[in-house]
């Protein structure tokens, strides 16, 4: 068996198969899986990618039935059940799970990627990081006042949870942890714009959460715009509805797209990329093929597919991997998927959460209470869950982020 | 006054005047103070580089009267007394303090710096953890015997502190991190080559402690080659002695080289680019110009020139400092500098370590137990002091490096 992905879909799917009569091959282009949940703490520099990265074959050490490749899929030809890989190297399959998940849309304009970054890699998130923080260091010696406060401008497109957290974070960053350590400018007067095409921001929440975000976002300082699209993009100006806005940083966190594994299968994909699949994951008209995660368009309970979350990969890839195991010993027959709601959250700065279990809307102090305790939970496994901790507990404190470094490329300009 | 450099040296001076009646400018090319000594430690995957680097502005937040600006030195007018940096921009100076330190000297072949990064800077360091983890990733893949044996070899070049650090550190990451982590390779049989020109390693410090570092290093696998230059480097090749080797990772620290000072004032520079310095650190011939750390050649008691030790260049800053506070505040005449030896040292893992401290030579688990409380002290300031405790505890406990990632462009080739 080969999985494809060793994000939260393939790392439990092949969890599912630890140590089963059966061998797994997982391939991941990168060899540590990630908590992406908390990457906007790393471009925003609370946190080191360390804490929220773990080493793929460390995980799997003790399933000695499951092998591990780092390597980049570059495509799947399902007549002769091949994996191909940029490398060259092919891998056969006789059951393939893919898990292959998404990345940002830039709506076709794949060259805004370079301009505007957005927090779905460890390396994207440094060069966030590098970019923000060079951006009040240029600030700081900028003679030409323009320049200063075009320097001193963020811009974050798109207001789902990822564009509502990254525009908490570097508001906090700016009042807070960089305050005072400049001379000739004051970073809490740093402008931070949330910019939404839609109607309104965290449009997945409900409409109370949503205000609720607002009202915590504009008190950190940051300005929400919504009904306001992106249309054009070069460095350092953004173009909002037809407007230019200079910018130190742009990041982008608006659209997803899932991986191309309707280009890779041929077949028909939705607007986001996602191909369809049968109510026990299978793909239909490929036998023993299984897509799970961002990459796969799983109608829920109100005919919709299921959002593009981390807690709808894991449950799939946890369900499907058990499904397998029992499949492969008794002939179990693989059963419907079922997904549980277990809440969406965005974290708004230092004290305030919103929280939506459907039946339950939980905002602010509570609800940044819930979430802290819910991720701490959710980072079981990981070995450094106790750092982290020891890190929020010291951040919250003193105020301080704990990694402040421009690093690599990512601050040039 | 203007303060070339946020390393040891410069650090030092500048805290000394700190809160002072005198508007200080420090520059540096990064936005933090760097812990080299634990920078082999980040290269080998048991740190994150946050642990050991320091916001260089939050370090000075308190002193009102120091200003930080994020620049490289590209050039020092001494006639009109002022400072270019690569932006162009110009600082001017009435006293200026120069303590840019040094970098890894390739004898004249520059172009092997792309293929063996010496653990300089984070980058470096980071390239290099990339560099090893990815070639151990090619070898698990590898179906050439002969390809798969070059991919697990590593070679060190340089004997001193560094090149026996790295050496040790990578062979315990190959021993006991990775050891079953692959199904394909065992981590264990890596060969590591730890080359140096010299008649023996660890030229700096006494006989006994060399042998006993032998000793424990050939006990770790690594394979000492003394007498054996390296005369040639391509892309997975180095010439050692004038014979082939393949390598999958090669880790330079062999030669210093000092920053760029000679030729910035136009003065001459000894072998190794330092400029001699006065015994109050002042240079000669020029009013209010001092040099301290590794760019400055000051003589030690037996003549010769100081090494380029950390302890060096954070004396003379600390001297310094208080000297030209003395001298701004009461007149107070400039006092020649004095170097008081603290030890030196180098750690060979997890239980062993050499410390000479002239009148003591300490080696082994003595020396190693030294050698901890010695860093944790010397990391007083740092914020992280305690995550990198935790860290090692956990690390000496399980056998476990914490942040075995593959990053950046470092592991592609």
Known sequence: MVILGAGFGGLTCAKGLGNAPVRVTIIDRHNYHLFVQLLY?????????????????????????????????????????????????????????????????????????????????????????????TSFELAEIATDPEEQAALLTTVVVGGGPTGVEMAGAIAELARYSLARDFRHIDPRKARILLVEAGPRILSAFPESLADHAVKVLTKLGVTVRTGEAVTGMEPGVVQIAGKPVRAGTVIWGAGVQASPVAQWLGVTADRTGRVTVNPDLSLPGFEGVYVVGDSAAFAGRDGRPLP???????????????????????????????????????????????????????KGWIGWVLWGFYHIYLLTGFDRRLVVVLEWLWSYLTFQQGARLITGDGGKK
């Open 41 to 133: 703490q790393v471009a925003t520099a609370a946190l080191s990618p360390a804490d929220i990265a773990q080493p793929i074959r460390r995980i799997f050490r003790r399933y000695r039935n499951i092998n591990v490749i780092l390597g980049e899929v570059t495509g799947v030809d399902a007549a002769s059940k091949r994996v191909t890989l940029a490398s060259g190297r092919t891998v056969d399959y006789d059951k393939l799970v893919i898990a292959t998940g998404s990345s940002y849309s830039y709506f076709g304009h794949d060259e805004w990627a370079k301009i505007a970054p957005g927090p779905k890699t460890v390396d994207d998130a440094l060069a966030i990081r590098s970019r923000l923080l």
């Open 308 to 362: 593009a979350l981390a807690q709808v990969a894991h449950q799939q890839g946890t369900q499907l991997g058990r499904a397998l195991r029992a499949n492969l010993a008794q002939g179990t027959p693989m059963p419907p998927f079922r997904f549980r709601n277990r809440g969406n959250t965005a974290v708004i700065g230092r004290n305030s959460a919103v929280f939506d279990f459907g039946w339950w809307h939980v």
